[in-house]
């Protein structure tokens, strides 16, 4: 299950993300349901259609299955979805 502690090593495709902090001005305030995760980069399908914003330089914040808001530094999850997942989490 999918908690506030435990995000950064869950599967984010399918929540709910806004961008809230991003060195591009012009991202911030972009949100919409992440469709795909690259290394680098989210895919977020919004009302204006399909975004892609670097990770690295922003600050997301995620809806969980049960309502709860996460914010999530996009340098924490600078990584494959794969290879994220397998990783040990300190305390963040």
């Not at 949100?31 to 009302?47: A, Q, R």
């Not at 399909?50 to 996460?70: W, Y």
């Not at 530094?73 to 300190?90: F, Q, T």
Request: charged share 35%.
């Amino acid at each position: 299950m999918i908690t506030p502690k435990n995000i950064i090593r869950h599967e984010l495709i399918g929540l709910e993300v806004e961008v809230v902090e991003s060195t591009n001005k012009f991202q911030v305030g972009i949100k919409g349901m992440v469709v795909d995760e690259t290394k680098k980069l989210l895919i977020i399908e919004s009302k204006k259609g399909i975004k892609k914003i670097q990770k690295d330089g922003a600050v997301f914040v995620f809806k969980l299955p049960n309502g709860v808001k996460v914010k999530v530094e996009g340098r924490r999850i600078l990584a494959r979805p794969e290879e994220r997942i397998k990783l040990r989490v300190r305390k963040w």
